[in-house]
């Protein structure tokens, strides 16, 4: 007995009009990185989710990933309730606190600036917390300092030695990020690899530690 097989020739349907055609899913690339426009673009930024930008995108030497996160409408003073429709009229629509966090890169840790053979790893490693707020202008402040509704900006060191800032600034509905401050912001966290302030802050964490 003879059995003929019927073959389906490439692009034609079997199975009548309404047959399902087998194709290939064309390739989207949903995951396209942002160029640094795109993430300094605050009206894009959703309240209460973060936004991280790695070296690749915001092209900053000395740091890692920069993390944005919107967290919501910064707190006001308080206002009369009765006042002058002239004086409501130049009142400034709330702005949003922006808040943002600086990792550094590897290279940048600092656990071997306070490893020492005899001496407590848990003391050393608080005077080196000090001694990077110190140097960074974070300590406490012989003068008054005027009460701001922005938080104060922050250091983190963690358990391995590893360094990040956090600090806050102001935006308005829809604005972005100007390229200059942003590279000014950061400037001011981005040295913590280079040999001179690594020296520096050795010297200040022996000093804090047997102060």
Request: hydrophobic fraction near 35%.
């Amino acid at each position: 007995m003879t059995t003929t097989i019927a073959r389906q020739p490439q692009g034609i349907p079997v199975g009548g009009q309404f047959a399902h055609i087998t194709h290939a899913e064309p390739s989207l690339n949903l995951d396209a990185p942002m160029t640094r426009r795109q993430a300094l673009d605050l009206a894009t930024l959703v309240p209460g989710r973060s936004r991280s930008i790695g070296p690749d995108v915001h092209g900053i030497d000395g740091i890692d990933t920069i993390t944005l996160t919107d967290k919501g409408p910064l707190s006001q003073p308080a206002v009369p309730l009765f006042i002058e429709p002239s004086a409501a009229a130049r009142i400034a629509p709330p702005k949003r606190l922006l808040e943002m966090r600086y990792t550094l890169p590897a290279d940048a840790n600092i656990r071997d600036l306070y490893e020492f053979d005899d001496w407590s790893y848990r003391r050393a490693r608080q005077a080196a917390q000090n001694s990077v707020e110190e140097m960074a202008g974070l300590g406490p402040k012989p003068w008054t300092v005027p009460v701001s509704h922005i938080p104060d900006t922050t250091v983190d060191l963690d358990e391995d030695g590893n360094l990040a800032f956090t600090t806050y600034e102001t935006f308005a509905e829809g604005s972005a990020v100007d390229p200059d401050d942003f590279e000014s912001w950061a400037s001011e966290f981005s040295r913590y690899n280079e040999p001179t302030t690594r020296q520096k802050l050795a010297t200040c964490i022996k000093d804090s530690y047997n102060s």
